[in-house]
C-alpha cells in the first residue's frame, strides 16, 4: 500500500526536494526523492500601482522562477481588465526567460483605473494574480489654461484608489532651487490633499506636486502647472505703445519746465514793479518835510 502526500494551496516556500521513505518488516528501506517545484508570482510585486494621469503605467505580471528550466513548455497568459472592458494595450512578455508579462499601459486616464488580473496557465493549472491601478490626478477650481490673477483657487489631488492609510503632501518645484544644493526637506511643504489660494498672483505661479505617501514610503505623485493672467479689467485695456508713453512723458517734463520758468518770470517781474515803485514815491514833493515833521513831533512827543 503506497502513502500520498497532498499539499494544498502550495507556496513558493513548499519547492524543495521531498524524500518519501517505505521502511519493510525484514528492515528493508527504500527511499523515493522528489524535487518540487512551486511556480507562482514574486512576492516583490505590489498590488497597488499609483500612476499620474498622463503618464505611462506598467503592471507587474512576474513569475517566481522560468517553466522552461523544468522542461515546462505549454504555458499561457491573459490579461483581463474586471470591469469586463477591452484592454487598450497588451503584454510584452520577455521570450527569452518567459518569466516577466508585465502590462504595458500607455498615457492612461481616470478611466483606466480599476482592478486588472493576471491569469498564467502552466499544464492546466491557472493562477491568477490582481493588480489595482490608482490614478492620480489634480482637480483646479475654477478650470482653466491660465487663472487671473486675484482670483481664488483651489487645487485638490484627486486618487481613484483608496486604502485608507494614504496621506497627501504639496509642494512647489523651483527649478532653481532644484538645480542648486537646497535639499527638498528645506522647500515649503503642506500636508492634506487641498492646496487653496485665497488671492492667485504672480509669485504663485510655476510647478505645483501632489505626492501621496503609507506606510512604505512614497506611493507617487501628480504635478499641476500654475500659469496666471492679468485680471479681466487690467486686461480689457488697450495697450499703449512705447513711443506714445515716451511723447506723453517728454511733454509733461516741458510744460512742467515752463510753468516753473514762468512763475520765476512773474516774480521777477512783480519784484521789478515794487522797486520802481519805490523810487516814484522817494520822488514826489513834501514827502520829506512830511518825514520831518513826524521826526518833530516824535521827539517833542518824548
Not at 155 to 184: A, M, P, V
Request: charged fraction near 15%; proline fraction near 5%.
Amino acid at each position: 500500500m503506497g502513502q500520498t502526500l497532498l499539499i494544498t494551496e502550495s507556496v513558493s516556500s513548499d519547492t524543495g526536494h521531498w524524500v518519501c521513505q517505505l521502511t519493510f518488516a525484514d528492515g528493508e528501506i527504500i527511499a523515493v526523492r522528489y524535487n518540487l517545484q512551486v511556480i507562482g508570482f514574486t512576492e516583490q510585486a505590489p498590488s497597488v500601482i499609483y500612476t499620474a494621469a498622463g503618464s505611462d503605467a506598467h503592471l507587474p505580471c512576474v513569475l517566481n522562477s522560468n517553466p522552461r528550466k523544468y522542461g515546462i513548455s505549454g504555458l499561457a497568459i491573459q490579461w483581463g481588465y474586471m470591469a469586463g472592458r477591452e484592454l487598450k494595450a497588451k503584454p510584452t512578455p520577455s521570450y527569452e526567460n518567459h518569466q516577466d508579462f508585465t502590462l504595458h499601459l500607455p498615457t492612461v486616464g481616470l478611466n483606466d483605473a480599476g482592478q486588472y488580473l493576471c491569469k498564467i496557465t502552466i499544464q492546466g493549472v491557472t493562477i491568477i494574480q490582481n493588480v489595482t491601478l490608482a490614478v492620480m490626478a489634480v482637480i483646479s477650481s475654477p478650470v482653466g489654461p491660465r487663472i487671473p490673477e486675484g482670483s481664488h483657487l483651489v487645487l485638490i489631488c484627486n486618487l481613484s484608489y483608496y486604502t485608507g492609510k494614504e496621506h497627501f503632501q504639496w509642494k512647489r518645484l523651483d527649478l532653481e532651487s532644484s538645480n542648486s544644493s537646497q535639499s527638498d526637506s528645506s522647500r515649503p511643504v503642506k500636508w492634506g490633499p487641498i492646496q487653496e489660494f485665497h488671492q492667485v498672483s504672480s509669485r504663485d505661479a510655476g510647478i505645483w506636486e501632489c505626492s501621496a505617501h503609507g506606510p512604505e514610503g512614497k506611493l507617487g505623485s501628480v504635478q499641476y502647472h500654475l500659469e496666471t493672467a492679468a485680471s479681466a479689467q487690467l486686461a480689457s485695456l488697450p495697450s499703449v505703445p512705447t513711443e506714445t508713453i515716451f511723447g506723453l512723458l517728454l511733454f509733461f517734463l516741458v510744460a512742467f519746465l515752463s510753468i516753473i520758468a514762468l512763475v520765476y518770470l512773474r516774480r521777477r517781474m512783480y519784484s521789478l514793479n515794487f522797486q520802481a515803485l519805490d523810487r516814484i514815491v522817494d520822488a514826489l514833493p513834501g514827502k520829506g518835510e512830511k518825514n520831518g515833521s513826524q521826526k518833530k513831533t516824535l521827539q517833542s512827543e518824548c
